[in-house]
T-cell receptor, first 116, second 111 residues
Framework: NAGVMQNPRHLVRRRGQEARLRCSPM?????VYWYRQLPEEGLKFMVY????????ESGMPKERFSAEFPKEGPSILRIQQVVRGDSAAYFC??????????????FGDGTRLSIL | LAKTTQPISMDSYEGQEVNITCSHN???????ITWYQQFPSQGPRFIIQ???TKVTNEVASLFIPADRKSSTLSLPRVSLSDTAVYYC????????????FGGGTRVLVKP
């Protein structure tokens, strides 16, 4: 998974606090995706972003969750007023610029969010 | 998005060949078949991708019959470090395509 960097690797928050997860895509990649994985399950798509634009957020809860991918800096997944059910592993993936290319998404090693 | 069905788990021994078959009966004309490997506490790692017939790389082979309704990932001579969950995904790899992961196949390699 070299290339896609996520931090922190582990994050502990108390109920009601905010969680910020960061993702730096691979060099040359301008498409970023966020996924959530619960224990013993596959990854579930949350949101797809390009620089400064949210393209598809169909998998993201309507409340408390937001994502951004600014012109400069990493992509941020933000969870406000966290609840126990937000405990999960959050993975970021990136893919290259060219549309319709058959380049696979490359994943980071995730942020494990634990809510106390 | 085409749905995939694969075995929940498989056991094998070091040095054996492991074959995991994935069913995808409603695969679309422009869909590719992609396999990822995931170790505990890590993100999915791309293994191989194919459209038809056979694809081989340094890690695995992918066999796809003519009707493309199934595919088989073949891992030659597995080692203990190949113990992982393997996911079969079907879809277009176009930028912006969201991946749909099923439950995957848990492969346990025994000594």
């Amino acid at each position: 998974n070299a290339g896609v960097m996520q931090n922190p690797r582990h994050l502990v928050r108390r109920r009601g606090q905010e969680a910020r997860l960061r993702c730096s895509p691979m060099k040359g990649h301008s498409h970023v995706y966020w996924y959530r994985q619960l224990p013993e399950e596959g990854l579930k798509f949350m949101v797809y972003l390009q620089k400064e634009n949210i393209i598809d957020e169909s998998g993201m809860p309507k409340e408390r969750f937001s994502a951004e991918f600014p012109k400069e800096g990493p992509s941020i997944l933000r969870i406000q007023q966290v609840v126990r059910g937000d405990s999960a592993a959050y993975f970021c993936a990136s893919s290259p610029e060219q549309p319709y290319s058959n380049q696979p998404q490359h994943f980071g090693d995730g942020t494990r969010l634990s809510i106390l | 998005l085409a749905k995939t069905t694969q075995p929940i788990s498989m056991d094998s021994y070091e040095g054996q060949e492991v074959n995991i078959t994935c069913s995808h009966n409603n695969i679309a004309t422009n869909d590719y078949i992609t396999w990822y490997q995931q170790f505990p506490s890590q993100g999915p790692r791309f293994i191989i991708q194919g459209y038809k017939t056979k694809v081989t790389n340094e890690v695995a082979s992918l066999f796809i019959p003519a009707d493309r309704k199934s595919s088989t990932l073949s891992l030659p001579r597995v080692s203990l470090s190949d113990t992982a969950v393997y996911y079969c995904l079907v879809g277009s790899q176009a930028a912006g395509n969201k991946l749909t992961f099923g439950g995957g196949t848990r492969v346990l390699v025994k000594p």
